[in-house]
């Protein structure tokens, strides 16, 4: 059980000195193995959400739980995917995506056994004694996708973690996500400037308002894709479906209003 | 031009200074005695090799000193480098040391000799104090410059995949911060060894420096003036050879 719980959660900064409220009291659940991406304008705080989940950032008000647990600084157990990749230059594809394996004691046969598995599920064999720097940016994305799998966590946070990739790795990278959290199901926190992402990863998107952060309306996506059975199609055609097209309209259009003041 | 292609020049230019040395003497420009010609002094040293001045032969000076400096320097080392990079990671940390730091970092490593000899006293203990405290700014300095460089996205991936302080310090810090520290030792080295040989003309009864006191007091300047090469040598050997590390270093991790 890794549900996640935000209770009157309020972040606020110091900007310079004068005080700057990036969330403004959220009172959210996010069910066990539920995939919830997070959509804003920027500037609405979607970020220092996940990093207060994640335990980077401490709320100044109000709590998050994880499992029923207040979040009080980082743990293996709230893995991260960073936009920047952030895998060690210096280790090789074996030892990044075991880093956090090594953290809680995994034995040398169980650590083979992951990196095998984890590189025949992205087609990645042979590389495991490359360094990052001589991979691709998806691959790069892929094993650090990887290491946060590996150690097997309640709760797998993602921030744009495809913000980095090209139009054409990103989309193939969408259908890779959906299909590892098929067979490997988490609560995920997905954020995310892309709302076709947004909608076709998640189960329920959570679209933010900013002045200050906060959770301005939720969007029901399971139902849809299961009736019309997203999964079983390619993702270029459950884009062009108009259950997609609708939902996706749907969250446009409150971003848009978000957005108002910037045009 | 290549560095290759630049050798000649490099040799050109030591011929020139030392034909010009040999030659002021050799023509009665100035005395063989305030100024030892190349020749007297490679003599000496061949001499000193072979003949124990000061109590040992040369090279077994040499070898004395380098030990001194080779523990001190370690000990810089082991000692600077991880609080460079604790200062790097925790910024409390940071503002106790720093003010602390940079008073010591204005005293000159010779200015320690009293206290080296008084608390350590004058066999390896005191030389190697004062070496350390010629050593330990740029361990200290360049080890904290790295840590601070080194991604935070980093750190922040080895907290939520499970490593502790310790398991950040030795497998994100450090290596992150590689380069600048082997560049750091490189400084420090050089410091190290100027502060030993400082030290020697003060305290101790072997050593390099301690050949040069001797020769003074024996008037005998190509003596000293054997020693200053010896010195001058020796410290270009070890540059050269952290100078390589560096290379080494810097083609595997990259520039920073």
Redesign the interface.
């Known amino acids: 059980m890794s549900d996640i719980r935000f209770e009157g959660v309020t972040k606020v900064f110091d900007r310079g000195g004068t005080p700057f409220t990036a969330i403004g009291g959220i009172d959210f659940y996010v069910n066990d193995k539920e995939f919830i991406s997070v959509v804003g304008p920027s500037g609405c705080g979607k970020t220092t959400l996940m990093r207060m989940v ?3 950032e401490t709320p100044t008000d109000g709590e998050v739980k994880v499992a029923g647990n207040t979040v009080r ?4 157990e ?3 995917v ?1 936009q ?1 990749f ?6 090789t594809v074996y030892d990044n995506i075991t ?2 394996m090594r ?2 004691g995994a034995t040398k046969a169980e650590r083979d056994e992951a990196v095998a598995y984890y590189l025949k599920l992205m087609k990645m064999e042979g590389t495991e004694n490359s360094y990052p720097h001589q991979l691709s940016g998806g691959m790069q994305q892929r094993v ?1 996708i990887a ?2 799998y590996a ?1 097997d966590p309640g709760v797998l ?1 993602m921030d744009e973690p495809f913000g980095a990739l090209d139009a054409q790795t990103r989309t193939i990278m969408q259908e890779e996500l959906v299909r590892l959290a098929r067979v490997n199901p988490r609560t995920v926190l997905f954020i995310t400037h892309s709302v076709e992402e947004a909608v076709y990863l998640a189960d329920r998107v959570i679209v933010m308002g900013r002045n200050p952060g906060r959770v301005r309306e939720v969007i029901e996506i399971a139902g849809m894709r299961e009736e019309e059975d997203w999964t079983s199609h390619p993702i270029d055609d459950v884009m062009e479906m108009e259950s997609f097209t609708h939902l996706r309209g749907q969250v446009w259009r409150l971003l848009r209003e978000e957005m108002g003041g910037d045009r | 031009m290549s560095r290759m292609s630049l050798i000649p020049y490099s040799l050109a230019g030591l011929v020139l200074f030392f034909g010009l040395w040999q030659g002021v003497v050799s023509v009665g420009l100035v005395s063989a005695f305030v100024l030892p010609p190349p020749l007297d002094v490679i003599e000496r040293i061949w001499t000193m090799m072979n003949r124990p001045f000061a109590g040992f032969l040369l090279h077994e000076h040499l070898a004395s000193s380098f030990m001194r400096f080779f523990y001190g320097f370690a000990l810089a080392a082991t000692i600077g480098i991880p609080v460079g990079l604790m200062m790097g990671r925790f910024r409390l940390f940071e503002e106790i040391i720093t003010p602390l730091f940079e008073g010591y970092r204005y005293v000159a490593p010779l200015a320690w000799v009293p206290f080296a000899a008084l608390w350590f006293g004058t066999g390896i203990g005191g030389p190697i104090m004062v070496i350390f405290t010629g050593a330990f700014a740029p361990c200290v300095i360049n080890a904290y410059r790295g840590a601070r460089l080194v ?1 935070r ?2 750190i ?9 302080e310790f ?1 950040i310090a030795r ?2 810090l450090l ?2 911060a590689l380069p600048s520290i082997v560049a750091g030792l490189r400084i420090s080295a050089g410091l190290g060894w100027q502060s030993l040989i400082g030290a020697e003309l003060i305290v101790v009864s072997s050593g390099i420096g301690y050949v040069m006191v001797q020769g003074q007091s024996n008037l005998s300047p190509s003596i000293v003036m054997s020693a200053m090469i010896v010195i001058g040598f020796t410290g270009l050997v070890i540059d050269y050879v952290l100078r390589f590390a560096e290379a080494r270093v810097r083609a595997k ?2 520039g920073a």
Do not use: C, M, N, Y
């Open positions: 994640a335990g980077l600084g980082p743990g293996p709230r893995a991260v960073f920047q952030a895998l060690f230059p210096w280790k880093f956090g953290s809680k650090a290491r946060s150690i946070l | 991604d996205h980093l922040e991936a080895a907290q939520t995949h499970g490593a502790g398991r497998e994100v290596p992150g991790w990259g």
